[in-house]
C-alpha cells in the first residue's frame, strides 16, 4: 500500500488546532487489518515450532517437567470458551537464567479471541566460589523478582481489561502477548514481551528486560557509557541518519523525521528509551508503533554500529 503523505499534510493543517485528535485518528486509519493477521501468523509459527522442539525434548525433559508441573498454577475463573493455564518448561537459556511459561491464557469465540502466554525469568543457582557470587545471586534473584512481578502486572491489567470487554458485546478485540530471548551471551540476557491489542484498529507495542550476568542487576541504558559522557546524542543522530536512508531506498517508508509538523517530528531518544543489547554487543533502540511513524510501519527497531559510539562505550 502507497501512504499518501501529501494528504495527511493538507488534513493536518486544516485541523492544526486538534494536533493530538488528528495524529491519534491518521494512525488508526493506517493501520491496516493484514498487520494483526500477519502478527498471529507469526505468533502461531513461533508456538509450533516451540511445541515440536518440546515434542523432541519429551524423554529427555520428563524429570524436569515434572517438577515444574508440581509447582505453583494460577488458576482462574472458568467461561464458556477455551481458557488454559499452565506451568510448563521451556529450553534452558543461558547458564543463569531460565525462561519458563507461567502462565498460559486461551480465549477464543467468534468475536473475541486472546492468545497469551506469560514467561518468567527462573535464576539458576550457580555454585558459589566466595561473596561476590552470592551478591549476585542475590541481586539475579531480585532482579529477576522485580521483572516477573511487572509482567505479570502487564498481563493482567490486559486480561482484566479483555474480561471486561466481553460483556460489553460490541466489535470485536484481539488481545495477543508472547515473549522471545533476544539476546543471551555470558554477559547480558534480554526478554522481548510483545503484546497486541486489537479493536477494529490495533496497536502493537514491546517491553525490553535485559540483565547484566556480572552483576545480578537490570541494565538501564546509561550503564553500558562511561559515566558523565553524552549518549544521546550519538544515538539520536545515527538514528536520524538511518530514518533518512530508509526513506530514500523505499518510497513506502516513513517517520516523523522532517514532517511539516515539527511537534511529530523525532528529536532524539531519552534515558528511558527502549533499548538491548544484541549479540554483537550493539546497541538496538526500540520504538513501538506511532513512537515515530505513522502506525502502519508497526514496531521499529534501529542497531546503532559501533563505531557511532566509539569511545564512550564501557
Known amino acids: 500500500m502507497t501512504y499518501n503523505f501529501s494528504e495527511a499534510k493538507k488534513q493536518s493543517a486544516l485541523l492544526e488546532k486538534e494536533l493530538q485528535a488528528l495524529k ?3 494512525q488508526r486509519q493506517e493501520m491496516p487489518a493484514e498487520q494483526a493477521d500477519r502478527l498471529r501468523k507469526k505468533m502461531k509459527e513461533v508456538k509450533n515450532m516451540e511445541k515440536n522442539k518440546k515434542n523432541q525434548r519429551r524423554l529427555k525433559k520428563i524429570a524436569a517437567a ?7 498454577f494460577v488458576i482462574l475463573p472458568n467461561t464458556s470458551a477455551t481458557v488454559a493455564h499452565a506451568m510448563e518448561q521451556i529450553p534452558i537459556i543461558g547458564p543463569l537464567v531460565e525462561v519458563v511459561t507461567f502462565r498460559d491464557y486461551e480465549y477464543e469465540t467468534e468475536r473475541n479471541k486472546a492468545d497469551i502466554e506469560v514467561p518468567e525469568i527462573k535464576p539458576v543457582e550457580i555454585e558459589s566460589n566466595g561473596a ?6 542475590e541481586k539475579l534473584d531480585k532482579t529477576a523478582e522485580e521483572i516477573n512481578a511487572e509482567i505479570q502486572k502487564i498481563t ?5 481489561e479483555f474480561e471486561a470487554n466481553l460483556d460489553e458485546e460490541m466489535g ?3 488481545l495477543l502477548v508472547k515473549s522471545e ?11 522481548k514481551l510483545i503484546c497486541y491489542q486489537g479493536a477494529g484498529s490495533g496497536y502493537e507495542w514491546n517491553y525490553f528486560y535485559t540483565i547484566d550476568l556480572n552483576t545480578g542487576e537490570r541494565l538501564k541504558l546509561k550503564d553500558i557509557f562511561v559515566e558523565g559522557a553524552d549518549y544521546i546524542t550519538p544515538i539520536s ?3 536520524k541518519e538511518q530514518m533518512r536512508a530508509q526513506m530514500e531506498a523505499d518510497e513506502n517508508v516513513y517517520y516523523w523525521l522532517d514532517d511539516e509538523i515539527e511537534e511529530w517530528n523525532f528529536k532524539a531518544i531519552t534515558e528511558e528509551t527502549s533499548f538491548y543489547l544484541n549479540e554483537k554487543g550493539n546497541v538496538v533502540i526500540g520504538f513501538n508503533e506511532g513512537d515515530v511513524a505513522p502506525m502502519y510501519m ?15 562505550r564501557k
Open 24 to 26: 491519534s485518528e491518521y
Open 237 to 239: 543522530e545515527n538514528i
Open 298 to 312: 508497526g514496531t521499529v527497531e534501529f542497531e546503532i554500529p559501533g563505531e557511532a559510539l566509539e569511545g564512550i
Open 156 to 160: 493482567d491489567d490486559l486480561i482484566q
Open 172 to 174: 470485536h478485540q484481539d
Open 66 to 72: 515434572a517438577a515444574v508441573l508440581a509447582g505453583t
Open 132 to 137: 561476590e557470587d552470592r551478591e549476585v545471586q
Open 181 to 191: 530471548i533476544l539476546t543471551t551471551t555470558p554477559e547480558y540476557f534480554t526478554l
